[in-house]
């Protein structure tokens, strides 16, 4: 129901206490989310976003019940993502005359999703909406932060910047604001959510932010899709992205990989042992790929001055926990990491080629041809998996 954020803005989103995958099964959310929609009302009642199609009814409901849904002068499509338009066929065809504001690519993508032809108005970078009492939208597009349809909207007067996906992350919350949750987990789930989901897009992060701050715009809240609305400092979410997106890196090594009978797993420990010994100062994860979440290790490559990545052979190839997290680094385009594979075998031995070709597909800057270990790992395997860590802390 409708939450009091600022004067005449109120949230009337979604929290969604229940959700532990997003985008499919690709993204854990262990802390749930939110779907924030808000609704504007000085001269004109406006709403921004709404909510994912299974709470599409609830939502609309929710509006009538608040005695939104006949007030409703407008809706602004931010982002066509189902997330935030999965209610509004349930709200047009309720107020089927409701005209809908978006980008271009916006219109495009929400006849791709719904097949309709609603009252679509396209807008651009600085098109205004008058909200009245001397107050406006201002449109800034976005695109490929993350979708080619997204942009933000930013109120004047309030100075608030709704920036849908942009600086939100998993976070069921009825606190609604930065500074009335868990400082750890908000932070956690921030990075989780960049590295998972923008680190593709960094470039462009980093451009968008940049021509933001040149407009020199007073900004009180900053009203993201996902999670809290940040009002306290609302500019340090800002500040963490620039950082984020210039091939941001902590003196962190992850190692990842997965085993069979925990040979390959062996070499991972003697690995980590012998790079915590050789810099005591470094942080080492071992993340065991089919038994631990990809997301989470994904948060850890992000936050990583460089990779191990380990598979035995398997019919000439690697493990399919393996491959899979290839596919996602593939995806994510991580620069500024080094890198390397290992892995046992017992007579071909492809696997640290497979593994080296994959790292340098996914533009790792590999540091050597890797290690390999014949058979389950005796005590000079293992003892050359600690060297080589050792070795590996020196040149990263
Ligand atoms: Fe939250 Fe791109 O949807």
Redesign the pocket.
Known sequence: MKKHVAANVSWVGKVDWELSK?HGDEYSTHKGST?NSYVIEEEKTVLIDTVWAPYAQEFVDNLEAEGLLAKLDAVIAQ?A????SGALPELLRRRPDLPVYCTANGIKSLKGHYHQDWDFHPVKTGDEFMLGNGKKLVFVEAPML??PD?MFSYMTGDAILFS??AF?QHLATERLFNDRVDQDVLWTECLKYYAN?LTPFSSLVKSKIDQVLALNLPVAMIAT??GVIWRDNPTQIVLKYLEWCQEYKEDRVTILCDSMWNGTRALADELARGISDASPGTTVMVHCLSKFDKNDALADVFRSKAILLGSPTVNKGILTAVAAIIEEMKGLRFRGKKAAAFGTYGWSGESVSVLSAALDACGFERVDDGLKALWNPDADSLKAAYDYGKAFAGKI
């Open positions: 997003f779907y982002h993502e189902t997330d935030h993350h979708w997204s849908n996906d939100g989901i899709s996902h």
